[in-house]
């Protein structure tokens, strides 16, 4: 059982190129999300989706777009990328309820620098 | 706004030497308390979740705690394995999403 798996795992890229993370899950969930992680900072969530063909901002939305044309896969797009993006990405899911099925799950990152 | 604030940032602790991790929390309406645990380069994996004040859970050498202001990872006994950071998030009643706390990082020296 895979979980949540994401592709890449590194990536370098230079000022205002473009790029997109994978990110892909196997438990039948409803909810996926992109977070980023920055030293000192935490994670912060980029965007959201609810289901299939549903997407949301989140607390850092700028800069970022995503999409969700399967269930299984959620894509976090950087159109132009910008020496603050430099970052380590979480993509996680889970299935919305409450007690005890609102757990998220997290993939191993990617980790983007843009020079 | 929800906000979490970890502490201390970082804590050092010789193995066997038991002590406590706070998190402390504002949430408009608590629908859960996560605990994460995340090595180096690796993703967070789940530890915990609390819902209520007063409930407690455990596994192996940690215990969670939660009152309706903060949260207490307690490490008793811990080991060099159990050195990692410690990730303390709330999810509030409007919906899935959860706001993290900036971590833990323990180090625990054999």
């Known amino acids: 059982n895979a979980g949540v798996t994401q592709t890449p795992k590194f990536r370098v890229l230079k000022t205002g190129q473009s790029m997109t993370l994978l990110c892909a899950q196997d438990?039948?969930?409803?909810?996926m999300y992109w977070y980023r992680q920055d030293p000192g900072m935490g994670l912060r969530l980029i965007h959201y989706?609810?289901?299939?063909?549903?997407?949301a901002k989140g607390e850092v939305p700028d800069g970022y777009n995503v999409s969700r044309l399967k269930k299984q896969n959620f894509l976090l797009g950087l159109e132009s990328a910008a020496p603050s993006q430099t970052s380590v990405y979480f993509c996680a899911s889970s299935n919305p309820g409450g007690y005890g099925k609102n757990i998220q799950y997290f993939g191993a990152g990617t980790r983007l620098s843009v020079l | 706004e929800d906000q979490v604030t970890q502490s201390p940032e970082a804590l050092r602790l010789q193995e066997g030497e038991s002590s406590s991790l706070n998190c402390s929390y504002t949430?408009?309406?608590?629908?859960?308390l996560f605990w994460y645990r995340q090595d180096p380069g690796k993703g967070p994996e789940f530890l915990f979740t609390?819902?209520?004040a007063g409930e407690e859970k455990e596994k192996e050498r940690l215990k969670a705690t939660l009152t309706k202001k903060e949260s207490f990872l307690h490490i008793t006994a811990p080991k060099p394995e159990d050195s990692a950071t410690y990730l303390c998030?709330?999810?509030?009643?409007?919906?899935?999403?959860?706001?993290f706390g900036g971590g833990t990082r323990l180090m625990v020296k054999p």
């Open positions: 438990m039948n969930h409803e909810y």
């Open positions: 998030a709330v999810q509030n009643n409007a919906g899935n999403m959860l706001t």
């Open positions: 989706s609810v289901g299939e063909g549903t997407t």
């Open positions: 609390l819902y209520s």
């Open positions: 949430v408009s309406g608590l629908r859960g």
